[in-house]
Structure formats: structure tokens, C-alpha cells
């Protein structure tokens, strides 16, 4: 187990709507990204929170965004639903320190119709 | 060219097989190198974490790291149909920041057949 919990498993939205994913890990996990899978592809990052501040960014725009709370949860908000956000969302802690592996919660299913 | 190549497959092996995974990268300033296993509608699973070139091993499974040639490799002994999954390739820069982030490959779908 990674100690890295994500809710809700499966979401379904139509295109304009708003929506919230959440994640949990345990402490001393105080980074987090959160990244894209597309069926058939690997993950892409979105963005990574420390200390609950954004500190990198990949090639997504504005309408994603996110949170990291003091209690190590953390969210991604994406406004303005569209068709291409249907993916799997990954959260992925690192433990603190200089080690840079990165360890996954299961995932959230979203399809947006 | 994409930062990381990775074979998709599908790569069907016989049970016992010794399966041969591999990823070639353009950016010389990966120093992180790792491999995790998907299994269908679930998150990545890490398996073996390599810091710079050399070798890695962990009971059947062998992680290589070339970067002269910027290739990596994943050697799974004594395939077990257990292995069947997708396997990914990942990689950074280093810590911190847009560099700590991971660069993945597409993943090779593996299936091992009893």
C-alpha cells in the first residue's frame, strides 16, 4: 500500500461543469503533483504543491488548478469541463527528503460526456 | 521527438520467459530513472528506482541504466502470468520544482500466458 488514498473512484460530468478531486497520504508526504492519464498513454504532469504552494506547472492551462492542505490532503479543481479532460487523475506524493521516487494513489476515472 | 520512447507493445510472452522492457530518452538532464507496474484501471505501482547509471536488482526483476546512450531497461526472470500489466518508464531532472516532475513513456502492455 502507498498510504495514498484518492475519492471519488469514478466521476461523470457533461461538458461546461466544474469538478473537485480529492486526495489523501500520510504525513510526511509533503509534496504532491497530480497527473493526467489519457487511455493509452503515460501520465502527464498537471502541477506539484509544497508546503501548499504551486512550485511547477506542465503544459496545462489555467481552468486546472488546486489546493494542498496543512493535513497533507490535497485537490484539483478543472472549470469549464471538456470532452479531452475524460482521463484518469492521479495523485503522487514524494516523501520528504532527497528521494525522488513518487508514489501513487489509485486514481480517479472521469468521463466527460 | 518525444522525451521518452517507449515501445507500446502488446508483448506476449510464455510463462518462465525472461521479458526485456526498454526506453530511450533525449534529455540529458534526467538523473532519476524509474519503472512502475499498472494494472488495468489502477494507479502506477513503483518498482525499482535507479539514481544515475548502473544496475539494479530486486529479486526477479533487473533495472539498467545506459546514460552514455540515454537508454533504460527493466529485465523481468521467470515471468509470471502475475506480471501481465502494463509497465511504465519514468524520469527527472532532480528535486524540486517542474524539475521533480516525472516524464513517462507510453508503457509497453505486457501478457504472460500459462
Known amino acids: 500500500e502507498t498510504g495514498v488514498t484518492q475519492s471519488p473512484t469514478h466521476l461523470i460530468k457533461t461538458r461546461g461543469q466544474q469538478v473537485t478531486l480529492r486526495c489523501s497520504s500520510q504525513s510526511g508526504h509533503n509534496t504532491v503533483s497530480w497527473y493526467q492519464q489519457a487511455l493509452g498513454q503515460g501520465p502527464q504532469f498537471i502541477f506539484q504543491y509544497y508546503r501548499e504552494e504551486e512550485n511547477g506547472r506542465g503544459n496545462f492551462p489555467p481552468r486546472f488548478s488546486g489546493l494542498q492542505f496543512p493535513n497533507y490532503s490535497s485537490e484539483l479543481n478543472v472549470n469549464a469541463l471538456e470532452l479531452d479532460d475524460s482521463a484518469l487523475y492521479l495523485c503522487a506524493c514524494r516523501p520528504g527528503g532527497l528521494q525522488e521516487t513518487q508514489y501513487f494513489g489509485p486514481g480517479t476515472r472521469l468521463l466527460v460526456l | 521527438q518525444k522525451e521518452v520512447e517507449q515501445d507500446p507493445g502488446p508483448l506476449s510472452v510464455p510463462e518462465g520467459a525472461i521479458v526485456s522492457l526498454n526506453c530511450t530518452y533525449s534529455?540529458?538532464?534526467?538523473?532519476?530513472f524509474m519503472w512502475y507496474r499498472q494494472y488495468s484501471r489502477k494507479g502506477p505501482e513503483l518498482l525499482m528506482y535507479?539514481?544515475?547509471?548502473g544496475n539494479k536488482e530486486d529479486g526477479r526483476f533487473t533495472a539498467q541504466v545506459d546514460k552514455s546512450s540515454k537508454y533504460i531497461s527493466l529485465f523481468i526472470r521467470d515471468s509470471q502470468p502475475s506480471d501481465s500489466a502494463t509497465y511504465l518508464c519514468?524520469?527527472?531532472?532532480?528535486?524540486?520544482?517542474?524539475?521533480?516532475?516525472?516524464?513517462f513513456g507510453k508503457g509497453t502492455k505486457l501478457s504472460v500466458k500459462p
Open positions: 519514468a524520469m527527472s531532472a532532480g528535486y524540486g520544482g517542474s524539475q521533480g516532475n516525472l516524464i
Open positions: 534529455n540529458s538532464a534526467f538523473q532519476y
Open positions: 535507479t539514481y544515475s547509471s
